[in-house]
Nanobody, 123 residues
Framework: QVQLVEFGGGLVQAGGSLRLSCAAS????????VGWFRQAPGKERDFVAA????????RYVDSVKGRFTISRDNAKNTAYLQMNSLKPEDTAVYYC????????????????WGQGTQVTVSS
């Protein structure tokens, strides 16, 4: 299996930017597809973005299109989520996830998860 660790969370003001990192180790063959999810207090964990190993196929939830960008550097075994124009409603714990084969956007389709990193956006 692959192990995932998220970095880069923190407190930012609305309109600011933040970049999250997801470092993978272990059997990175399971890191074919990387997804970012987020969970706000009292809410379900929701899909944010996903990317295939070759960075050709990407997916975004509508609420972050034009603001967030997912990317990856396979040589570094690291994926990123660049978050711009942050809004208070973006406040959540952000999770990195991985799966094999095809790109997906549903939580149940991802087998491997990081511990999450807190992102707080103030007004």
């Amino acid at each position: 299996q692959v192990q995932l660790v998220e970095f880069g969370g923190g407190l930012v003001q609305a309109g600011g930017s933040l970049r999250l990192s997801c470092a993978a180790s272990g059997r990175t063959g399971s890191w074919y597809v990387v997804g970012w999810f987020r969970q706000a207090p009292g809410k379900e964990r929701d899909f944010v973005a996903a990317i295939r190993w070759d960075s050709i196929n990407t997916r975004y939830v509508d609420s972050v299109k034009g603001r967030f960008t997912i990317s990856r550097d396979n040589a570094k075994n690291t994926a990123y989520l660049q978050m711009n124009s942050l809004k208070p409603e973006d406040t959540a714990v952000y999770y990195c996830a991985a799966r094999m084969y095809t790109i997906a956007t549903m939580e149940k389709d991802f087998s491997f998860w990081g511990q999450g990193t807190q992102v707080t956006v103030s007004s």
